[in-house]
């Protein structure tokens, strides 16, 4: 009984159940979030401070950020590389303020190895814009990369405030400032119609999810796959299709599942690379759970290119991509040659690779075995 008096039904118990788990996911999505972004902000305070004051900095110049990525490299951090210190010091010169919101813990650690308090960030930020502490509890730190590209301060100030108002996702937040919405606000004579309009359409952010950000699952120590496998029967074919290239006995070495690769400020995961001993290059694997179409190859396109320019080594031939797509009984399989000019290697590569039948039998035959077990998964789309 409950203590009103009232029985608690079956359907009642599911509901009771569904909401606590969300609110401990959105509870710990925040918190992860509020985390990261705290770290992020006093690695930036840390290198700024060094720069300005440290009595060995002389010693390191204009080397300094790679050779502070090299040591905490060696020390097992993750996202640590030059260009993502020289982000944290970004972050840290444009948001001052959220020194406010900083643990006694994180404040602690900073007194104690002699660090100042961060200096008062000026009159734009402190009349025009949300405290820290709203902005942390608010945002994640993949908000704050986007609106820290923002040079002028007011227009900053302007996206986040619509940004929190709005509970804008990253990708609506991106959106926002590419269709120029600060401009388009100074010079629309309805502001009001224009910012509801904006926000009928408007993207909302999900803190639950969260933990699917490359940031977050690195800052947790988690590998790509146990955050990037998108559905029971993506993982399923994956396994499968792993154990029969390698079965193939014709050279495949496996070296990694869903690869997290960064080309600019996008991330992309390629689902299987293998190396092929006796063709000496890189075999690229995607998987689709969909009918093929032509943005899939670009995609593959994308990663083989990529690979060609960063991976590929003196005696390596260039990468092949083999893309799997699959709907129940169809399968269509290509391969992304790339922009090889030599038909030698295309010819060597048809005949070292599985031909194209026998990896559309093996999908087929998978997709009907997985699908058959999961009558619900069938229309899952990667």
Not at 17 to 38: D, E, M, P, Y
Not at 44 to 72: F, K, P, W
Not at 82 to 92: D, G, T
Not at 112 to 127: C, M, N, Y
Request: aromatic share 10%.
């Amino acid at each position: 009984m409950k203590p009103n008096g009232k029985k608690l039904n079956f359907a009642a118990l599911v509901a009771a159940i569904q909401r606590v788990h969300q609110h401990c996911s959105f509870q710990a999505g925040k918190a992860i979030n509020v985390s990261l972004t705290l770290r992020n902000w006093v690695i930036g305070y840390y290198i700024q401070e060094y720069e300005q004051r440290g009595a060995d900095r002389a010693d390191y110049g204009g080397h300094l950020l790679e050779s502070l990525s090299d040591r905490l490299v060696d020390r097992g951090m993750s996202r640590v590389d030059p260009r993502e210190l020289r982000r944290y010091r970004q972050f840290y010169l444009a948001y001052f303020r959220i020194w406010e919101s900083l643990t006694p813990e994180l404040r602690m650690l900073s007194s104690d190895i002699g660090l100042p308090v961060p200096p008062d960030s000026g009159v734009i930020e402190s009349r025009f814009t949300l405290a820290g502490s709203v902005l942390i509890a608010s945002l994640s730190f993949s908000h704050f990369q986007e609106l820290v590209g923002i040079a002028d301060p007011l227009q900053r100030a302007f996206y986040e405030v619509e940004c929190v108002k709005g509970n804008w996702s990253v990708r609506e937040l991106k959106r926002q400032i590419g269709s120029l919405y600060f401009e388009r606000s100074g010079f629309s004579k309805d502001k009001e119609k224009l910012a509801a309009r904006i926000k009928a359409g408007a993207e909302n952010f999900e803190p639950r999810f969260a933990v699917r950000d490359p940031y977050v699952f690195e800052f947790l120590g988690l590998r790509s796959r146990e955050v990037m496998g998108e559905s029971d029967l993506e993982d399923a074919l994956l396994d499968k299709l792993q154990e029969f290239l390698l079965e193939l006995g014709h050279g495949f070495c496996f070296e990694a599942r869903q690869k997290r690769i960064q080309i600019g400020e996008a991330h992309g995961f390629v689902d299987l690379v293998f190396y092929h001993r006796i063709l000496k290059c890189h075999v690229l694997v995607e998987l689709k759970v969909a009918e093929f179409n032509h943005e899939q190859m670009g995609q593959l396109n994308t990663y083989v290119s990529w690979y060609k320019r960063n991976i590929m080594t003196a005696g390596d031939n260039p990468p092949v991509g083999l893309l799997l797509c699959t709907r129940k009984d169809h399968a269509l399989v290509q391969y992304a040659l790339a922009d090889m000019d030599n038909r030698l290697f295309v010819s060597k590569y048809q005949l070292g690779l599985p031909s194209r039948e026998d990896i559309r039998r093996f999908v087929e035959a998978q997709f009907k075995e997985q699908t058959s077990r999961q009558p619900d998964q069938s229309q899952s789309v990667i």
